[in-house]
C-alpha cells in the first residue's frame, strides 16, 4: 500500500511537472497570440510589408530616379504617412547610406516608426554589398561568393557571412537578404553569375548552410533565395519576363539540393524569385504567384515552415503584368507572408485590406503570416 501511495505520488509529481513546463515551455508563443488578438487589421496587413523608405514619402512619385533623391532620413511626410500604413519592415539600399553616422542616425529614427520594423538590407558580398561596396566604411570586402565557391572551403563561406553579420549587427540591421542559393548553370544568365557559389548544387549547398550560420552566429538573419531557383534563366527580372524551362525532376536534381539544404538547416526566410517555370506549372506565371511552387512544392514537398518573402514587387517581371494592389494579394493567396518593395505601397496595402474585407482573403489566412513575423520579432527581441 505505502509503495502504490509513493508510485501515485510521483506520477502525480510527474504529471503537474509536465504541466507547468508545457504552460511555460511557450511564453513567447503566447505573447505573439495576445498581440495578434489586440491588432486592428490594417496593422496585421502593415507587417506583411517590407518597403523601401521612398514608398513612405508621397512627395516622390517615381521610382526611377532614386539614386538622385537619396532619402536618407526620415521626414515628416513620411511620419504622417506611416500613421495609416504601419510598415513591418524597411529595406535600405545604397542610395540610402552615405556614411556611419548618417546610417545611425536613420536607422534610429525608423525605429521610431509605428509598425516597429525591422532593418534589412542586401549585403551578400561582391557586387550586391550596399556598404562594403562604398568608400565611406572601413569594412571587408568579397570578391564574389563564385570566388569563395571556387576555393571548395565552406570554412570561407562561414566567415563570409560571419565577417557580413558582425558589421550589419553594428549598425544594427536584422535581416540580410542572402545568401543566394540559386545555381548558376546558365552561362548566359545576366542576373545571378558570380552571385552563386557555384554550378554545382554540391559543392553550393555547404556554402549557402555555412554562410547562414556565420550571419546567425553574428545576430542576423539571413535569407535564401531565389525559389526556386533564378541560376538557370537568361533574362533578368528586375526588367521583364525570366523563366526557367526545367522540369521539377529536374530541378530536384540540381536547384533543390542547396534549398533543401538551407530548410534542413532552418532557414528563417526564403525569398521567391520572379521567373516562370512553365514544365513545372504548365503556365507563365511567376513563382511569386503561384500556389503550386510556394504552397505544394515548396510547404508541403519540401516542408517549409518558416516565412516566405517576396523578391522586390517594384521589378519588371510583376510591375508589367500586375498592378501593386493585382500582385500583392495575389502573392498572399499564393502563399507569400512578406510583401517585399511594392511599386505603391498605398495600393498594395489597401488592396490587401479591402481584399479581406470583401473576403478573397480569410483574415486568419493574414493572421498565419502575421504569427511568423511577430515570431521573428520576438527572436530578434524587436
Known sequence: MIKRISYLFVLLVCVVFVASCSDD????QNAVELQLQQMTLREKVGQMFYTRPETLDTTIHSMANLVDISLQEVNETMKNVDVKYPVGGIILYAHNIKDEAQLSRFIAQIRQLKGSPLLCIDEEGGRVARIANNGNF?????????????????????YCGNTIGKYLKQYDFDIDFAPVADVNTNPENVVIGA????????VAAPMVTNYLQGLKD???????????GHGDTKNDTHYGYAQSLKTWDEMLACEMITF???IKWGAQLIMTAHI??????????????????????????LGYKNIIVTDGMEMGAITQQYTSAEAAVGSILAGVDIILGPEN?????????EAVEKGVITEERINQSVRRILNLKKQLGR
Open 260 to 262: 533543401k539544404a538551407g
Open 276 to 301: 516562370g517555370v512553365p514544365n513545372v506549372t504548365g503556365s507563365e506565371i511567376p513563382s511569386t504567384m503561384s500556389s503550386l511552387i510556394l504552397q505544394e512544392k515548396l510547404r508541403g514537398e
Open 195 to 202: 552571385r552563386a557559389f557555384s554550378d554545382n548544387p554540391a
Open 138 to 158: 572601413a569594412v571587408e570586402k568579397f570578391e564574389s561568393m563564385g570566388a569563395i565557391g571556387a576555393t571548395g572551403d565552406e570554412k570561407n563561406a562561414y
Open 218 to 228: 553574428a545576430g542576423i538573419v539571413g535569407c535564401i533565395k531565389h525559389f526556386p
Open 345 to 353: 505601397l498605398r495600393e498594395a496595402f489597401d488592396g490587401v485590406v
Open 25 to 28: 515551455e511557450n511564453p513567447s
